[in-house]
């Protein structure tokens, strides 16, 4: 059961989210460990030891989620791009290759009908505001 939570979690899915919340109480499993286990990397070293104080809740696991979704935000805005207006593509299929659970359909649907802009060598930039809106879209 405790890796069926730990997949709910990591599809960075509200809705799984709060299954995996709702069956961890059901089960009696501590979704602590699981929580440490896959976001120690990715949170800040304070946050993550705080979690061993804190009551975990419905709504603090929401709250991870939703730090980690600024923190992707953050890092689209710094990432290192050929262009300083935006990306290429070889760097959106770059960025993708960090994060594999990302719903494509979703991430693409967002990109659609948006502004980008041509280079001379004939590459199409999207800008780095569109590829994080896309990316969190792609992430929920």
């Not at 290192?80 to 659970?101: A, D, R």
């Not at 494509?104 to 009908?113: A, I, R, T, V, W």
């Amino acid at each position: 059961m405790k890796e069926k939570i730990e997949k709910l979690i990591r599809t960075m899915d509200e809705t799984n989210i709060k299954l995996a919340y709702q069956l961890s109480k059901s089960q009696k499993i501590n979704i602590k460990e699981i929580i440490i286990k896959i976001f120690s990397s990715i949170l800040p070293s304070d946050y993550i030891t705080s979690i061993d104080n804190y009551s975990i809740t419905e709504k603090y696991m929401l709250d991870i989620l939703e730090l980690i979704r600024y923190k992707y935000y953050k890092l689209v805005s710094n990432y290192p791009t050929k262009n300083h207006q935006g990306f290429i593509q070889s760097e959106v299929e770059e960025l993708l290759s960090f994060y594999p659970n990302v719903n494509m359909e979703k991430f693409n649907d967002s990109l659609m009908g948006n502004t980008c802009m041509l280079t001379e060598e004939g590459n199409i930039i999207s800008y780095h505001h569109d590829i994080a809106r896309a990316l969190g879209e792609g992430l929920k």
